[in-house]
């Protein structure tokens, strides 16, 4: 039976780097006892003594801080001193036909409101009905009343929102008023809150138990699991605790969505971790080692490779840091500070805990000493990476399938759909459904066009015809300006005290703050100088705000963040690799391999929403958030696999070090890219849109990275590249002659 070469006797000593590592273990090892009450003390001051991480609650004014559309609106009601736009509305609709006198009520209900009627907090509003002729675009007639309402701004989502639905359960008592429910962008935020909260702990449960038991049934033990359970649950206290405490002490806002991928992060890559270390443990027990021993070479050899794979993954999501958005600023930090708190957690604790526990971690399967000297003939896929011929066939098909896939993301779109991302069962969600049955899908988040010019307000018929001129306008449902709105008119809400300035509020035939209506408003904006000159204003200065020219502008930063974060953690990636392997050529094949395998994921997500789910886009955030993550989780695996061949190159071919390290590597790969996969994948069970599409987006990139890239592909161009893959260094050529030496010997 054709054998495998047999590995390399252990040197811990050789080299100086080795012993420093060798060093390193023998500390951890002495001291476990200490290592693990001291991480023990730390979780339970984190959780104690530390604030709880918060996340913020003003974030759409954060995303849009330094955005035109903001600008646009604070234009507005420097002009008009009263704001025209609303990010919470109240919706009434009966599909029979609400009652006149519910509609009346209404409108004078409104004005009340804006006459300081009412004791409520509520500052302002303006009703909408769509009575006829009040409403010429609407889709119905008589059936709906939509009310704007305005709240403190200064006050965050969920008081807003506490404040209009106290007002409207107050008010719409009796079910002739046909009260649907709250919605627009702040309602919809608290709703995800809401929803976010009663989700995250399930999911982490969840979570938690399908990555335990991958470790259980990897090591085929019970002990491991409560091992990795012990160690994940010290680095989730003590992150989240740090978190809570940098973030008061930098005066810094969390993203509110950064919770559960925190969680799934950590989950994920202190279970890999604990995965290569009980691999490490489990092959030198089975050498005949003792405990202590055993522990020391294990530390020894695994945890440079898991301190380059963690210092990568954290100078990756680091590199969110040089965008502009204040949302990607906000997870870059969040993120390093997970996966290095990770880290230490996994070279420190979890050594400790291998050499108290030695062959009881993988209780109640017992560990015999094996022989070495042989081992049984590898696996097909094993020797068909390490034969050029075959390896050149699987380049070309693994490229040719990836390649095939990342074609498809030129087709992928971004949105900001708050609304569009809860649960229909939510109340936001139906209010918007019945706003947009009503009217049209973009009442519920119009935009706002305001026009300026000396005396504008003074010529109605050219107003009018401009008005008239944005209705026509392919994708706009309806218009509402001067004249249009009685209760609206008598506070000014159109037309400016000093006849300089008149505005608009245009409703969309298309969902506000998707991909659709961003196009449809790009285009309307950019015919406003040609219809306002065709109306007879002449020339004139517009101002565009409201919740999709917000998307707009927030779709736009990002986009030009893309350029800035891909460079920097492409160079992140690519140094440390170059650092880590000594050598160039490999890194940048290795590289291009995870670049490869990320447009391949991003390809498949636009197949899987865009095109069979039928979604108009993704949220905006969630591909490059992920794209970070599966970039620097590439390396993190590039480290691991590559390293094993390229400590056993250094002593013998490239092709038996192939034989030899890729199938203890990839099986270490394997389980703890289906724990990690299954801790990203798992995201999906919170049911808000950003969460299915992150979900998706990391589960499957894993996946595609661990079945393919690290499996197929990689080990695929080593072959093929053999020792020039060490350029410009030797490594992996100069100690050859010795493995000729001690084979001549043998």
């Not at 200064?154 to 008081?159: P, V």
């Amino acid at each position: 039976m054709s054998q495998a070469p047999a590995p390399l006797e252990t040197e811990p000593h050789r080299g100086f780097m080795a012993a420093v590592w060798y060093g390193y273990a023998r500390v951890i090892v002495a001291l476990r006892w200490v290592i693990v009450i001291g991480w023990v003390a730390a979780a339970a001051a984190a959780t104690l003594l530390l604030p709880p991480m918060q996340g913020t609650a003003n974030d759409i004014e954060a995303l849009g801080a330094d955005d035109d559309s903001f600008a646009a609106e604070q234009r507005s009601l420097e002009l008009f001193e009263f704001p025209l736009l609303a990010r919470a509305a109240i919706v009434q609709r009966n599909p029979e036909g609400l009652p006149p006198v519910v509609q009346a009520e209404a409108v004078m209900r409104g004005i009340a409101i804006n006459q300081g009627k009412y004791d409520t907090p509520l500052l302002g509003a303006i009703p909408v009905p769509n009575a006829e002729g009040a409403f010429p675009g609407a889709a119905e007639k008589n059936t709906t009343v939509l009310t704007y309402v305005f709240a403190d701004p200064t006050l965050n989502f969920f008081e807003q929102t506490r404040i209009v639905e106290d007002f409207a359960a107050e008010q719409l008592t009796d079910p002739s008023d046909g009260y649907v429910g709250v919605t627009g962008s702040i309602p919809a935020r608290a709703a995800q809150g809401l929803v976010l909260n009663s989700y995250v702990h399930i999911v982490e449960a969840v979570t938690v138990l399908a990555v335990l038991t991958i470790v259980a049934l990897t090591f085929g033990s019970l002990a491991a699991p409560a091992l990795t359970l012990v160690s994940v649950g010290a680095a989730v206290f003590v992150t989240l605790g740090v978190s809570g405490w940098a973030a008061t002490m930098m005066d810094v806002s969390i993203p509110a969505d950064l919770r559960p991928l925190i969680v799934a992060l950590l989950l994920g890559i202190v279970t890999d971790y604990c995965i290569f270390y009980l691999s490490g443990l489990r092959s030198r027990l089975r050498e005949g080692h003792g405990r202590l021993e055993a522990a020391r070479l294990a530390t020894a050899s695994v945890t440079p490779i898991v301190a380059v794979a963690g210092i990568t993954v954290a100078a990756g999501t680091a590199s969110l840091l040089v965008a502009q958005s204040p949302l990607f600023r906000g997870f870059g930090p969040a993120l390093a500070l997970t996966v290095l708190t990770g880290l230490v957690v996994a070279v420190t604790l979890v050594p400790a805990l291998l050499a108290i526990l030695g062959r009881g971690a993988f209780w109640p399967r017992t560990l015999a000493a094996t022989p070495t000297k042989t081992r049984d003939r590898p696996s097909l896929l094993t020797r068909a990476v390490a034969r050029r011929g075959s390896a050149f066939v699987l380049v070309l098909v693994c490229v040719a399938g990836l390649g095939a896939a990342a074609y498809q993301a030129r087709n992928l779109d971004l949105g900001l759909g708050f609304v569009q991302s809860l649960p229909e069962t939510t109340s936001a969600q139906q209010a918007a459904d019945a706003a947009g049955k009503g009217f049209a899908p973009g009442i519920v988040s119009p935009t706002e066009i305001v026009v300026e010019s000396p005396g504008v307000g003074e010529k109605p018929d050219e107003v009018t015809q401009f008005g008239e001129a944005l209705k026509a306008q392919p994708g706009v449902a309806g218009v509402i300006g001067p004249g249009d709105l009685p209760a609206a008119d008598d506070v000014g809400a159109f037309t400016a005290k000093s006849g300089d300035a008149v505005r608009f509020l245009v409703i969309l035939d298309s969902t506000p703050l998707e991909a659709t209506a961003i196009d449809t408003l790009g285009r309307v904006e950019a015919a406003l100088p040609q219809l306002a000159a065709g109306a007879g204003l002449g020339e004139v200065t517009t101002h565009v705000g409201g919740d999709t020219a917000l998307a707009s502008g927030v779709i736009a930063d990002t986009t030009n963040d893309l350029f800035r974060i891909a460079i920097v953690a492409l160079a992140v990636n690519l140094l440390l690799l170059v650092i880590f392997l000594r050598a160039l050529i490999a890194p940048l094949y290795l590289l291009a391999s995870s670049v490869l395998a990320l447009g391949a994921t991003l390809g498949l997500s636009v197949l899987f929403f865009q095109d069979f789910l039928g979604h108009d886009d993704l949220t905006f955030y969630v591909p490059f958030a992920a794209s970070v993550l599966l970039l620097s989780l590439g390396s993190d695996y590039n480290i691991f696999a590559v390293g094993h061949i390229w400590q056993e190159a250094r002593n013998r071919s490239m092709r038996d070090a192939l034989l030899v390290a890729t199938p203890e590597s990839t099986r270490a790969i394997t389980s703890a890219g289906l724990a990690l996969a299954a801790s990203f994948g798992l995201l999906a069970l919170v049911p808000l849109g950003p969460f299915h599409e992150l979900g998706f987006l990391l589960g499957v990139g894993i996946l595609i990275d661990v079945f393919i890239v690290r499996a197929l592909l990689v080990p695929s161009l080593i072959t093929l590249v053999g020792t020039f893959s060490s350029w410009p260094s030797d490594i992996l050529r100069e100690r050859r002659p010795r493995v000729r030496k001690a084979r001549a010997v043998s």
